[in-house]
């Protein structure tokens, strides 16, 4: 069935070094991917999105990769700073009108 | 900050009790959404609304009645509830659930505690 996953469910970088946030995702259907953050407390906070017509799409001090051929995505966070703490949730939709969300990573920015 | 409102942000209810959940957007936004998420768990969908009708129901319990009274609003009502189903409450809205590449946009949530 449909399933999106993460390789590393915690993560703890230094203040300052970059963040690499991994995502697989099974179905080869699926054609748009948004990665949300979540701090303690709050909603989902879209980040950022890519169409699988991409394979890298750049925002501010964010970047999401994405390979189709073995169906990865990543985020990667420049200069990550405290505020950047939180769990960032990968999701996937196509072919279908929900959104799939993998299980999620916690991100420890220590000072 | 999120232009998904939802109140009340706090809930505690009995399970003989019948309360509402409301969202609202000014987005312009004709799809819209609840979630239900655990802690250290993924959201999970609930109910889609697409142009004010129901569109997606994922098997939920009939103690759960979405409700979206115009494009703006949807409310969740909530009676005879179990425990189990304290969680945080997640609405969403986005410009159109049919179209994929359709960002969803979620709100700050409700917390619900079932006694």
């Known amino acids: 069935g449909e399933s999106v996953g993460l390789h590393l469910p915690t993560l703890s970088v230094q203040e300052g070094d970059n963040s690499i946030i991994n995502c697989a995702y099974s179905n080869s259907a699926s054609d748009y991917f948004i990665w949300y953050k979540q701090e303690s407390g709050k909603g989902p906070q879209f980040i950022i999105d890519?169409?699988?017509?991409?394979d890298k799409r750049q925002g501010q001090r964010v970047t999401v990769l994405l390979n189709k051929t073995v169906k990865h995505l990543s985020l990667q966070i420049a200069a990550t700073q405290p505020g950047d703490s939180a769990v960032y949730f990968c999701?996937?939709?196509?072919?279908?009108?929900?959104?799939?969300f993998g299980k999620g990573t916690k991100l420890t920015v220590n000072p | 900050d999120t232009e998904v409102t939802q109140t009340p942000k706090h809930l505690v209810m009995g399970m003989t009790n019948k309360k509402s959940l409301k969202c609202e957007q000014h987005?312009?936004?004709?799809?819209m959404y609840w979630y239900k998420q655990k802690a250290k768990k993924p959201p999970e969908l609930m109910f889609v609304y697409s142009y004010e009708k129901l569109s997606i129901n994922e098997s939920v319990p009939s103690r759960f009645s979405p409700e979206c009274p115009n494009s703006s609003l949807l409310n969740l009502h909530l009676h005879a509830l179990q425990p189990e189903d304290s969680a945080l409450y997640l609405c969403a809205s986005s410009p159109s659930h049919r179209r994929s590449g359709n960002t969803i946009y979620f709100g700050e949530g409700s917390w619900l505690t079932v006694v």
């Open positions: 987005m312009g936004h004709r799809a």
């Open positions: 999701a996937e939709s196509g072919g279908s009108e929900k959104l799939v």
């Open positions: 890519i169409r699988s017509n991409m």
